[in-house]
Every structure is written in structure tokens, then in C-alpha cells.
């Protein structure tokens, strides 16, 4: 058992044998399931389970998950360039590549794996630049697909350090870079919340909570990834509080939002539809606490504590996909009818096809390999490109 864990640490060209295992596993997933993605895009979406009242499927329940999980990055990333008291630990477990560039190129993969299952989700990608020649700046559709442009640039730049972006940087382009993303984050997570927002009746009026719930949501996961990072060395151990207070705090966010939804719903007398959101952050939310009153620092308690602690980041990020699913179908359950023919319209339910799970799944692979690409082009194809000039 020893030789075996001692093999998987082994190096080749830079990284761990686990590391390629992981790399070439994923990358194999992704290249069967690729074809999913294919199909609808030649052969439209007649195979799905979309309906007219359920047009929004499995696709767009993980657009906006992983758009989300993109957005909260980047923003964390971006405060945390703009509050100078806070740092990171520079270190290197890829070669020259620091926790900070590897984040960044998380929230990188995440974004154009989100753009894959909208553009499956399409039918036709060549759609999408419709969007931009139409120039309707009112419509949602535009603003999300202009923020998710430039967040994808934005994150490019900062995974590549062009223009020496870094949270180590107090430049003025390093702040430039951190102000708009923060503001195209924001602008992606209030896009969402409109879409959101024409499914229902009221309109733009409705659902108060809804943005700061979105934005709760993104932050929740940006840094449930920082703190998976942080345990990987040699950062393990050397911070006692950072990001795990950040953490506790974000949690303690979601909570209270959700909290508040459900006030809002009882109050006008409406079924909230946030219950297990709220009961998944209130259990994360009882660990980070208790967590944080056991012990002040980060990963002191051993390999235990560390298991644990990635277990409960990976469940934050599970509660943030399993209330996009369940948003996505609240909005769309209502009769498409009006009244009173909405009386014959037979409440129907939705369950994915095989083709949107695995467009689901290539577009989870992807996340994992173009993180793994961007470490090897760090590794291997920037120095080596370097070294020709």
C-alpha cells in the first residue's frame, strides 16, 4: 500500500503520476461524452425531454451552476486584490503556477465549460452572435452574454498573469483588473436573476431576495474551491485562519438569505422554495462554527480535520448545484395556459435525457481538463515558447 501511494506521488515532467491519472481519466470522459454535445447542435433538441413548459432542462441547471461557481471565484479573487490586508501564500505545487493563478484557472475552465452547455443548449451556436448584432442592451440574454465574454477574458488574463496581475500586486493595472471583474460578476449574477425573473408573473417585481441569494450562492462556492486549494502543499498548514473564516463568513451569508426568502414567502403566504438550500448551509454552517471553536487554525488537526474539511467544501458546492436544479424547475412549474384554461394543463414533471446528462458530463470533464491543460501550458509550452526569443 505504501509503494502504491508512494508511486502516485512520483513526478514526471512536473507533476505527480495522480495528477496525469486524473488528467487522462478526465480527458478520455470528456471525448465520449463530447458527442452528446454534438448532436443536439447538428441535429437540434428533439431528443431532450424540453417541453413547452419545461424549456429550460438539465443544460441550463448547469450553465448557471457553473457560471456561478465561475462569477464567486473571480470575485473573491478580485476583493481579495483589493483589500490589501488580506494575502496569499505563494507557493508552487505546479511548477510556477501559485494558488491564486490556479483559481483563476478553475473559475477560467468553468466559464467556457458554461458557454459549451449553453451553446448546446442553443441548438445552433452561430445563434448566440444574434445576441450582440441585435444590440437590445435591455435584454437579459445580452448583459449575460456580454459579462460572461469579458469574465472569461478577465480570467484569461489574471490564470496567464498578462500585464503581471496578481493579488501580490497593489499596480494599478492589477487594480483595474479587480474592479471590473468585481463589476462583471456582478452584472453576470443580476443578468441570471432577470432570466430567472421572466419565468414568473410578476415580472422584474418579484423575488426580491433572488440577487442577493445569487450572489450569496457564488461567494459560498468561490470560496469552498479556495479552500480546497488551500489544502494542497505547500499551502496546507501555513495560514491558521485564511480562507476558513472567509468560508464561515460566506456560509453564514447564504444562510441568512435563504432565511430571509423564507420569511418573505411565509409572509405572503407562498411555499418557499429555498428549504433544502437553507438546511444544507445550516448544516455547513453548524461545522464551520463548531470547526472554528475547536480549533483556531486551519488544518492543525491533522489529516482528519483535513479530510473533513474538503468533504464539507465539496458538499457547499453540492448544495449550490442541487438549488440550481431545484430554482430552475420552481420557475418553470406554473401552467404555460392562462386562466381558466391553465385547468386543463396537466401538471407534467421533467427528467433529463440521456443526451443532456451527458452533455452534463462533458461539460463537468472539461472543467477538470482545461485546469490540467493550463498547468502543463504553465509547465511546459510558456517556458519552452519563452525560451525561443
Known amino acids: 500500500m505504501y509503494d502504491l501511494a508512494f508511486m502516485l506521488?512520483?513526478?514526471?515532467?512536473?507533476?505527480?503520476?495522480?495528477?496525469?491519472?486524473?488528467?487522462?481519466?478526465?480527458?478520455?470522459?470528456?471525448?465520449?461524452?463530447?458527442?452528446?454535445?454534438?448532436?443536439?447542435?447538428?441535429?437540434?433538441?428533439?431528443?431532450?425531454?424540453?417541453?413547452?413548459?419545461?424549456?429550460?432542462?438539465?443544460?441550463?441547471?448547469?450553465?448557471?451552476?457553473?457560471?456561478?461557481?465561475?462569477?464567486?471565484?473571480?470575485?473573491?479573487?478580485?476583493?481579495?486584490?483589493?483589500?490589501?490586508?488580506?494575502?496569499?501564500?505563494?507557493?508552487?505545487?505546479?511548477?510556477?503556477?501559485?494558488?491564486?493563478?490556479?483559481?483563476?484557472?478553475i473559475a477560467f475552465a468553468c466559464l467556457i465549460s458554461a458557454q459549451l452547455l449553453m451553446a448546446s443548449d442553443l441548438g445552433k451556436p452561430q445563434r448566440a452572435f444574434k445576441i450582440i448584432v441585435g444590440r437590445n442592451f435591455r435584454s437579459p440574454?445580452?448583459?449575460?452574454?456580454?459579462?460572461?465574454?469579458?469574465?472569461?477574458?478577465?480570467?484569461?488574463?489574471?490564470?496567464?498573469?498578462i500585464g503581471r496581475v496578481s493579488v501580490f500586486s497593489v499596480s494599478a493595472f492589477s487594480t483595474l483588473w479587480a474592479y471590473a471583474t468585481l463589476f462583471f460578476a456582478l452584472l453576470c449574477i443580476f443578468a441570471h436573476v432577470m432570466l430567472f425573473s421572466l419565468k414568473v408573473a410578476p415580472g422584474f417585481g418579484s423575488k426580491s431576495f433572488d440577487a442577493i441569494s445569487m450572489i450569496s450562492s457564488g461567494l459560498w462556492s468561490g470560496t469552498a474551491v479556495l479552500m480546497i486549494l488551500w489544502a494542497i502543499p505547500p499551502w496546507w498548514g501555513l495560514s491558521p485562519g485564511f480562507p476558513f473564516n472567509w468560508f464561515i463568513l460566506a456560509t453564514l451569508f447564504v444562510f441568512v438569505t435563504q432565511l430571509a426568502i423564507i420569511l418573505s414567502s411565509l409572509f405572503a403566504k407562498q411555499k418557499p422554495h429555498n428549504l433544502v438550500l437553507a438546511g444544507l448551509s445550516f448544516v455547513v454552517l453548524l461545522?464551520?462554527?463548531?470547526?472554528?471553536?475547536?480549533?483556531?487554525?486551519?488544518?492543525?488537526?491533522?489529516?482528519?480535520?483535513?479530510?473533513?474539511?474538503?468533504?464539507?467544501?465539496?458538499?457547499?458546492?453540492?448544495?449550490?448545484?442541487?438549488?440550481?436544479?431545484?430554482?430552475?424547475?420552481?420557475?418553470?412549474?406554473?401552467?404555460?395556459?392562462?386562466?381558466?384554461?391553465?385547468?386543463?394543463?396537466?401538471?407534467?414533471?421533467?427528467?433529463?435525457?440521456?443526451?443532456?446528462?451527458?452533455?452534463?458530463?462533458?461539460?463537468?470533464?472539461?472543467?477538470?481538463?482545461?485546469?490540467?491543460?493550463?498547468?502543463?501550458?504553465?509547465?511546459?509550452?510558456?517556458?519552452?515558447?519563452?525560451?525561443?526569443?
Open 9 to 105: 506521488m512520483l513526478p514526471i515532467f512536473g507533476m505527480s503520476v495522480i495528477h496525469w491519472i486524473i488528467f487522462v481519466l478526465f480527458a478520455l470522459i470528456f471525448i465520449a461524452s463530447f458527442l452528446t454535445v454534438l448532436y443536439p447542435m447538428v441535429f437540434g433538441l428533439s431528443k431532450t425531454n424540453l417541453s413547452d413548459r419545461y424549456n429550460w432542462g438539465l443544460n441550463i441547471q448547469g450553465f448557471f451552476f457553473l457560471s456561478t461557481v465561475g462569477c464567486g471565484i473571480l470575485a473573491v479573487l478580485a476583493i481579495q486584490t483589493i483589500t490589501t490586508s488580506i494575502s496569499f501564500i505563494d507557493g508552487n505545487p505546479f511548477g510556477n503556477l501559485s494558488e491564486d493563478r490556479l483559481a483563476g484557472a
Open 141 to 161: 440574454l445580452t448583459l449575460d452574454f456580454i459579462s460572461l465574454l469579458a469574465l472569461t477574458v478577465l480570467s484569461f488574463i489574471f490564470m496567464l498573469g
Open 287 to 389: 461545522y464551520a462554527v463548531g470547526r472554528g471553536l475547536i480549533q483556531t487554525g486551519l488544518w492543525t488537526g491533522g489529516v482528519t480535520f483535513f479530510i473533513v474539511d474538503i468533504a464539507v467544501c465539496l458538499f457547499a458546492l453540492f448544495a449550490v448545484f442541487l438549488d440550481k436544479i431545484l430554482s430552475v424547475i420552481h420557475y418553470q412549474k406554473d401552467a404555460v395556459l392562462p386562466a381558466p384554461y391553465s385547468m386543463y394543463d396537466k401538471a407534467k414533471s421533467y427528467k433529463p435525457s440521456f443526451l443532456e446528462i451527458g452533455n452534463l458530463v462533458a461539460a463537468f470533464s472539461l472543467v477538470v481538463c482545461i485546469t490540467y491543460a493550463v498547468v502543463i501550458f504553465k509547465l511546459y509550452v510558456l517556458p519552452w515558447l519563452i525560451s525561443l526569443f
